[in-house]
């Protein structure tokens, strides 16, 4: 499986940007994907996450509200709208697919089995 994320950018504060994380797997529709990212200095924090089956998605509590994620099965992307962007959303961002085994658990990085090269959003006060 190979991810490639996409649309990061220079915003300002209050903007918004909206990445793609684009996949090549023929099995794409039954993965469960997720959002992260990581700021210079700081730890991996999870972003968003959408559960393949029930179609659930789960934010952290410092983008709820503010994002949204979604995907296009027929694309084999997903999307994750950010709106009333921060100066402490500033981060590269890293998509990630969990290939739909049990037990997934949509806030903990290391239950995704593939990860993308990660895109970097910069948002200006």
């Known amino acids: 499986v190979q991810l490639q994320a996409s649309g990061g950018g220079l915003v300002q504060a209050g903007g918004s940007l909206r990445l793609s994380c684009a996949a090549v797997?023929?099995?794409?529709?039954?993965?469960?994907m997720g959002w992260f990212r990581q700021a210079p200095g700081k730890e991996r924090e999870f972003v968003a996450a959408?559960?393949?089956?029930?179609?659930?998605?789960y934010y952290g509590d410092s983008v709820k509200g503010r994002f949204t994620l979604s995907r296009d099965n027929d694309k084999n992307t997903v999307y994750l709208q950010m709106n009333s962007l921060k100066p402490e959303d500033t981060a590269v961002y890293y998509c990630?697919?969990?290939?739909?085994?049990?037990?997934?658990?949509?806030?903990?990085?290391?239950?995704?089995?593939?990860w993308g090269q990660g895109t970097q959003v910069t948002v200006s006060s």
């Open positions: 990630a697919a969990d290939l739909g085994g049990t037990g997934f658990r949509p806030l903990i990085g290391n239950t995704y089995d593939y």
């Open positions: 959408l559960r393949w089956n029930t179609g659930n998605t």
């Open positions: 797997g023929r099995m794409f529709r039954s993965y469960n």
